[in-house]
Nanobody, 128 residues
Framework: QLQFVESGGGLAQPGGSLRLSCESSGFHLDYYTIGWFRQSPGKEREGVSCVSLTGDMTWYGESVKGRFTISRENAKNRVYLQMNSLQPEDTGVYFC?????????????????????WGKGTLVTVSS
């Protein structure tokens, strides 16, 4: 069974940090471009960050650039999202997703329409 499971969400204070993890089972992440997305209340899905197969290329949405860092450990089938300087606007459900499109660029990946697998999400709440 192919699964993608996120973890690490929770409550953080403004200015705080959280680290999200995403682990695949049933398939190896080596062959996929991976993205993190979020769904905030009353807003459309937003592409947060993407990472290429080998991790040599990373892309970020404008709202998180300079604050979030994506990374991956293919040997462990895991992808991470380090979130620093969190703001209330970062509140939402965070999903990881994978696409077989190894040539996906920033725009394609962050749009999210070509993703083949999606996790169920982990809730991040930023509040004092």
């Amino acid at each position: 069974q192919l699964q993608f499971v996120e973890s690490g969400g929770g409550l953080a204070q403004p200015g705080g940090s959280l680290r999200l993890s995403c682990e695949s089972s049933g398939f190896h992440l080596d062959y996929y471009t991976i993205g993190w997305f979020r769904q905030s209340p009353g807003k459309e899905r937003e592409g947060v960050s993407c990472v290429s197969l080998t991790g040599d290329m990373t892309w970020y949405g404008e709202s998180v650039k300079g604050r979030f860092t994506i990374s991956r450990e293919n040997a462990k089938n895991r992808v991470y999202l380090q979130m620093n300087s969190l703001q209330p606007e970062d509140t939402g459900v965070y999903f990881c997703a994978a696409t077989r499109d190894v040539f996906a660029d920033r725009a394609t990946c962050l749009e999210g329409d070509d993703m083949d697998y999606w996790g169920k999400g982990t809730l991040v709440t930023v509040s004092s």
